[in-house]
Nanobody, 123 residues
């Protein structure tokens, strides 16, 4: 199992970024997926989750409306579109594979993680 994130960058406040996660080594369409983030000195937190079909999505309440999770099962890709970025969005962003076909909010419900991609938002 391999998950490789990309798309992290330095952005201005109010800007946007699109993160990608390339999955390999497993049947991508069978598993729910999630995005998490971790800022320095803080715990890893749930950002968004998506079911294996892509029909059901879930967001951290504070991020709903600014972040959009999606997936392309034909390409084994997971995405996170982020708009109206704020300095507090600065963090290392991880994609992760759910143990189930659906997504959950707890990191313990995920069994494989990528190495992360850094998002830095300047004010």
């Amino acid at each position: 199992v391999r998950l490789v994130e990309s798309g992290g960058d330095l952005a201005q406040a109010g800007g946007s970024l699109r993160l990608s996660c390339a999955a390999s080594g497993f049947a991508f369409s069978v598993y729910g997926m999630g995005w998490f983030r971790q800022a320095p000195g803080k715990e890893r937190e749930f950002v968004a989750g998506i079911s294996r079909s892509g029909i059901n999505v879930d967001y951290a309440a504070a991020l709903k409306g600014r972040f959009t999770i999606s997936r392309d099962n034909a390409k084994n890709q997971l995405y996170l579109q982020m708009i109206s970025l704020q300095p507090e969005d600065t963090a290392l962003y991880y994609c992760a594979r759910s143990r189930l076909g659906s997504s959950r909010r707890s990191p313990s419900e995920y069994d494989y993680w990528g190495q992360g991609t850094q998002v830095t938002v300047s004010s």
